[in-house]
C-alpha cells in the first residue's frame, strides 16, 4: 500500500530521493517528481504508462520563479500570469536549456504552471526544484480528484500519497501556449475560454493533435473510465437503446425519471457549471466501480466552462 499522509516533511525526503509523491492541486492530482532527476522523470512515465511523447508539465513556487525554466515570456503571457497565478493556468513557454528533453518531449517549449493549493505551494517553496506532476493515474484514465483515488490506481507503486483534501477545481488546467507572441488554447480546463480572452482578446482553439502535442490532453482518447461511455443531448433515448443492461447515468441538474436506470448522479441540481465541473470525475470514478454496462452522460450548455467539461466527456467516451 501507498502511504495517504499529510506529512510534508515525509514528501520533502521522497522527492530529495528521487522517488515520485503525489501531490494536491485546486484541479486534480498530480503525480510528482524532481525535474532534474532522470531517475523520478522516468518512473512518472513508467508509473502512468504515459508515452514519452506526452510533455509534462513543470510546477513552480511563484512568477519569479517562471525566470528560471523558460528563455523568453510574451507580454499577453505576463498579464495572463497576473490575473491567473496561482491557479489552473498552465501556460507553453520556449524553454531554458536546463529543462531536460524528456519533460518537454524533446520539444524547445515547457509548459508551466504555479497550483493555487496551499499544501503545494509550501512544498514548491521548501524544495530546490520545481516539480514535474501529470495527472496522478494511469494513461487515458479518470484523473483523480482525491488522495483515495490515488491509492485505489496505484497501490504500492509509490510511496506516498500527500493528502490535501478533494480537489476544489476537479478538471485539469486550462493551457495556453503562444505562437508569434500570441496566445492559442491548447486544452479548455478550469479557467473558462471567456475569462482567458477578457484578459488578451480573441484567442484560437488548437486543442486537437495525436502526434507530437503540444501540451498535455490533446489526445482524442483520454479522461477514460473502465466502463464503456456515451455522450447524449437525449438521456431517455441512450436509455431505452440499452434496456435490460446495467445503465448508469451522469445528468447535469435533473434526475432523469426511467425505471430502467440502475444508478444515477446528479452534477449539479442548480445547473452551476462551477459545481458540475468540480464534481465530474468524482462522479465517473463512482459509476465505473459499480460493474456497470454503461455510463451514459449528459452534455452540458457549451457556454464557460461546459465547454471544458464537454471536453472531457468526448475524451472519455471516445472508443
Known sequence: MSIISKDISKAITLLNNNELVAIPT??????AGNIYSETAIKAIFNTK???LFNPLIVHIPNAEYLENVVSYIP????????QFWPGPLTMVLPKKDVIPDIITAGKNTVAVRIPNH??????????????AAPSANPFNRISP?????????????????????TCKKGIESTIVGFENDEPILYRLGSI???DIEAIVGKVPVKNKKENKPNAPGMLHKHY??????????????HVEKYIGKRIGVLSFRSKIENDGITSQIILSQTGDLSEAASNLYNSLHKLDNQKLDIIIVETLPDIGLGKSVNDRLQRAASQ
Do not use: C, W
Open 224 to 237: 477514460a473510465p473502465k466502463t464503456k461511455t456515451v455522450l447524449s443531448n437525449n438521456i431517455i433515448k
Open 49 to 51: 504508462q504515459r508515452p
Open 145 to 165: 480528484t482525491t488522495a483515495q483515488h490515488v491509492e485505489d490506481y496505484f497501490k504500492d507503486k509509490i510511496k506516498m500519497v500527500l493528502d490535501g483534501g
Open 192 to 194: 473558462a475560454l471567456e
Open 118 to 131: 496551499p499544501v503545494t505551494l509550501e512544498l514548491l517553496k521548501t524544495l530546490d526544484f520545481p516539480l
Open 26 to 31: 485546486e484541479t486534480v492530482y498530480g503525480l
Open 75 to 82: 507580454e499577453k503571457a505576463r498579464l495572463l500570469a497576473e
